[in-house]
């Protein structure tokens, strides 16, 4: 693998979505040339693979600190690679929740130390958040923002929504919205789960957003359900994310009380699931909303099971499976888990033109069956298990190889390489 000191990476023979096949000259952590290159210090050959850009995952919960169990820095990030994913953004549901520019300075210091991807981190909003101080300390969003509660998190009232947007429109950054809303009753089973947090509160929760939202503030709404939802948000006024478990999974053929489905907003019926598939060209990106737990905390009864399911590191493979099956295009993938993104989160996207990022991931052309055995979440389990996908060989971050048919290697991007810290700040961030 190319180490510091080596100075150029060639990936040989890359066919370009379009058609066109050429090598793809890079060096500090950007692509320099696609075309016919010279030798290399490194070279990887890339005919019968696809090269992908890299992903960004704008909806991870690396959880750590006391919910080490369920993941940390180091294996919610290892998960990331080993799915083709190089950037993620962390969300601030954490114990205790991210509501200070100390608690912010805390989390990037824990993160530095451990990642294995770029990593960008939102701030809460809550009653008592200081949003002008992390917005300076340099988080990149405000949210999930919990317009209905979930796993560790409250919902917060209209008045604390409005004044929240207010101030993040004056800093003309961005607030993303968790969209449902919640009703009384035991939680007994996956399709009453779906009841008691219902598409039509999760459309009403979006509109109600929408009206407040008298000072115009940059909105992006998180993991979507439903196709309802996703018309109810014109095009252009905000940005709509939807998740790998809304698209390939419904409550239906599995056990009708199987915690490991159970996820706010809920799995939904197959007729739902297939409808919200249907308006695929109106999802802007597609985010993982990786949300671990632990085997013991969901063996629990499903009332009491916490919701959420592992996903970034099976995002792009189950996307990929599609691929495999000429359901989406490759071009599709790129554009919603890789360009898209990065836009949005104010980074260099990654690709194959002179000045991109050097960030790509390297699949072949197999399926292979998902088994939580091989995944690298601490969680340990997965709601795919037996489905089919298309996993990376390799992946690359900034020009280097950091993960090998298995292996891992701490990317060093110091000085020479396309930054001094793996730490994506956000635009309001102030040394
Ligand atoms: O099911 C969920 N779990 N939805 C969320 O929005 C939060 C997440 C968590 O943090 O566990």
Known sequence: MLEKGQ????????????????DITISNGQVMHAGAAGKGDLEISCRGKFVLPAGTDLHVHMRDGPQKEKETWESGTKSAIAGGITVVVDQPNTIPALTTSDLLRDRVMLAESQAYTRFAINGGVTSDADLTGMWKAGVFAFGETFAGPSSYGEAVSSEVLVKAMNQVAGFHGLMTIHAEQVTEGEDQSLAYHDHLRPVGGEVQAIQDLLTLNTSRCNLHFCHLSSADAIRTIPEGLA????????????????????????VNPPLRSEKVRRELFSCWNQIDLIGSDHAPHTKAEKGQEFAMAPSGIPGVETMIPLLMGWVHEKKISIADVIAKTSSRPSEILGITKAGFSPGDRADFALYPDTLTRISADTLHSNAGW????????????????????????????RPDLSDDYSGSSLWVPGRGYSL
Do not use: N, W
């Not at 040989?12 to 096949?21: A, F, K, S, T």
């Not at 999974?249 to 599995?254: A, D, G, K, T, V």
């Not at 390799?394 to 280097?400: A, M």
């Open 239 to 262: 940005s709509r994310e939807v998740t790998p478990h809304h698209l390939f999974l419904s409550y239906e053929s599995c056990d009708p009380k199987d915690t490991h489905r159970k």
């Open 382 to 409: 997965t709601p795919y298990e037996g489905m089919m996908a298309v996993f990376p060989e390799q992946t690359i971050l900034g020009g280097l190889v950091v993960f090998d048919s298995g292996d891992f290697f």
């Open 7 to 22: 100075e150029i990476l060639v990936l040989r023979d890359v066919l370009i979505p379009g058609g066109r096949v050429a």
